[in-house]
């Protein structure tokens, strides 16, 4: 059973829009809920995350909302560039506890994002 | 280093070939963790470290994946009697933080991209 899934599976937005990238999560232990993005032939790298006392978290032009009841969250980029041309996953955890077993790193399946100029 | 590294980039394996694989975590970091990255998909935890303990190797699929970091920094993954389906990218990271729950410090290493003919 899946535990976090991610869609789109891919997006495209002009530059200069929004893109919206959404993760719905099964386990309600979960309590920390990181968003990564990774480049082609790069690992991963953290971008922002949410623990969720918050309902929202903004970095920059990068924002989560975090929705509890519905067990939802979501990436917002605003003025999309073209450099953010990417795969980003969404991730879940407890404890923010990077290894395995129940209470470890999930991540979704990865949403590749293309800003077009 | 100023990052993970990881070596080889790139490994072509035949079927029932064995791997190793190398990862330099960032100097001082005393967790490590190993990551299987299949096509399309989000990484998945294979096993943890602390200093050179193995703490956590649930998530190594068969017995034939073995890990070791006996001096407490470098860590090799090795693969015995490579299979098609252990083809993947395998991401290395590495963490300050004793026990590996700070998410927000743990840094990837650009994997190595692992096909079995």
């Known amino acids: 059973q899946q535990q976090v899934k991610q869609s789109p599976q891919s997006l495209i937005v002009q530059k200069g829009g929004i893109s919206i990238i959404n993760c719905a999560y099964e386990?309600?232990?979960?309590?920390?809920f990181p968003w990564y993005q990774q480049f082609p032939g790069k690992g991963p790298a953290l971008l922002i995350a949410?623990?969720?006392?918050?309902s929202e978290k903004k970095e920059g032009r990068f924002t989560i909302s975090f929705n509890k009841s519905a067990k939802q969250f979501s990436l917002h980029i605003m003025d999309s560039q073209p450099g953010d041309s990417a795969t980003y996953f969404c991730?879940?955890?407890?404890?923010?506890?990077?290894?395995?077993?129940?209470?470890?790193?999930?991540f979704g399946k990865g949403t590749h994002l293309i800003i077009q100029p | 280093g100023a990052g993970v590294s990881q070596s080889p980039r790139y490994k072509v394996a035949k079927r029932g070939q064995d791997v190793a694989l190398r990862c330099d975590p960032i100097?001082?970091?005393?967790?490590l963790f190993w990551y299987q990255q299949a096509l399309g998909q989000g990484p998945e935890f294979l096993t943890y470290?602390?200093?050179?303990?193995?703490?956590?190797k649930s998530g190594l699929p068969s017995d034939r994946f073995f890990a070791e970091r006996p001096e407490g920094s470098v860590s090799t993954l090795k693969i015995q009697r490579t299979q098609q389906e252990d083809s993947a990218v395998y991401l290395c990271?590495?963490?300050?933080?004793?026990?590996?729950?700070?998410?927000?410090?743990?840094?990837f290493g650009s994997g190595t991209q692992l096909s079995v003919l």
């Open positions: 990271a590495s963490s300050p933080i004793k026990g590996g729950t700070d998410n927000e410090k743990l840094f």
């Open positions: 949410i623990r969720p006392d918050v």
């Open positions: 100097s001082g970091h005393v967790s």
């Open positions: 386990n309600t232990a979960f309590d920390y």
């Open positions: 470290f602390q200093n050179e303990a193995q703490l956590d």
């Open positions: 991730a879940a955890s407890i404890g923010a506890w990077s290894g395995g077993g129940a209470d470890g790193l999930t």
